[in-house]
């Protein structure tokens, strides 16, 4: 089914809680900046990948030169404190705070740290109605704040200040079982063109004979185009993991329509940028991968189709 809206609410990127041992939540921010430097931030306030899911902070920054400064830090849960009608989450002295489309945000964890403004440039999305499971109960949830958004401020290494400005993307999840409870993995990215927005996320469930739950957004400038339960997800290229000797997708050809629109995307896999194995919190092993790639796409909007091309991510999480 395609949309032109999106159902989102504030309330939607608020605190989620659940009374329940498996009960996870995480705010999720990243950035890429025009000086080269790029960072994910994300407040796990009960994080999905250690057991016990206890709360913890986690930064990432990736300099020019290709190196990653890795920051994470245990919080008290006495120390924690978030608002349901919104994206208002303090755990110790970092920091997610929404105010009508601007979100504050401040994390320090082992001297990598980072305080940034991210102005959200495109309407929030509620895929799914915001679950992408919900049975019996059970209850996995995604929504996604700011689908692209201009971000500003400050990135601290050791004793060094980089001024930073760019473009940024906020999510939020969360649920009251362990995702390996309902999914055995999924396909996750996205681009930020100079004119085009795309994000697409397919969830696998355990049995592989039944369909995924795919969830596609598109937008041009500040205009979001569609929104998609169904859309085209094709593999062209696979190829095993050099480590794990799993297989993972490394050309992927995404397609969709809705009203007078219509696209095409291609991803070609140039090189694997992150790649490791989750804590073992199972009795298997669990995986993810993120993959730079090249990107291609054709859009016809009514009469008129548009060319682009760059160069973006994508991702591939492997619970089972």
Not at 32 to 57: E, M
Request: charged share 25%.
């Amino acid at each position: 089914m395609v949309s032109p809206s999106t159902g989102y609410d504030d309330e939607d990127d608020g605190l989620h809680p659940f009374n329940d041992e498996e009960y996870y939540e995480w705010w999720y921010f990243d950035a890429q900046f025009d000086n080269g430097y790029s960072c994910v931030l994300t407040w796990h306030w009960r994080n999905a990948f250690l057991k016990p899911h206890i709360p913890t902070i986690q930064i990432f920054t990736y300099t020019p030169d290709g190196k990653r400064h890795i920051g994470m830090a245990v919080v008290k849960p006495e120390e924690c404190d978030a608002k349901r009608n919104k994206c208002d989450v303090q755990m110790g002295e970092s920091f997610a705070r929404q105010d009508g489309n601007r979100y504050q945000v401040k994390m320090h964890a082992k001297g990598v740290g980072a305080e940034l403004c991210f102005q959200g440039e495109l309407p929030g999305w509620k895929p799914t109605s915001g679950f992408v499971y919900q049975d019996k109960g059970v209850e996995q949830g995604w929504v996604i704040a700011v689908p692209r958004g201009h971000v500003e401020g400050q990135l601290y290494l050791g004793d060094k200040t980089i001024a930073v400005k760019g473009r940024g993307y906020h999510d939020h999840n969360w649920g009251n079982r362990n995702l390996y409870d309902c999914f055995r993995g999924w396909h996750w990215g996205r681009l930020f063109d100079p004119k085009y927005t795309l994000i697409y996320a397919l969830m696998l469930p355990l049995d592989n004979t039944k369909p995924v739950t795919p969830s596609l957004y598109l937008a041009k400038g500040d205009k979001l185009l569609l929104t998609a339960s169904e859309f085209g997800f094709i593999v062209q290229k696979e190829e095993a993991d050099e480590v794990t000797k799993k297989p993972t997708a490394r050309d992927i050809v995404l397609s969709g329509k809705g009203r007078d629109i219509q696209f095409k995307c291609y991803l070609k896999t140039k090189r694997v940028v992150e790649q490791g194995k989750l804590p073992q919190i199972t009795e298997w092993p669990q995986y993810n991968w993120r993959f730079l790639a090249d990107y291609h796409a054709e859009v016809k909007i009514g009469n008129s189709v548009d060319e682009v091309s760059g160069e973006t991510i994508h991702e591939f999480l492997l619970l089972r």
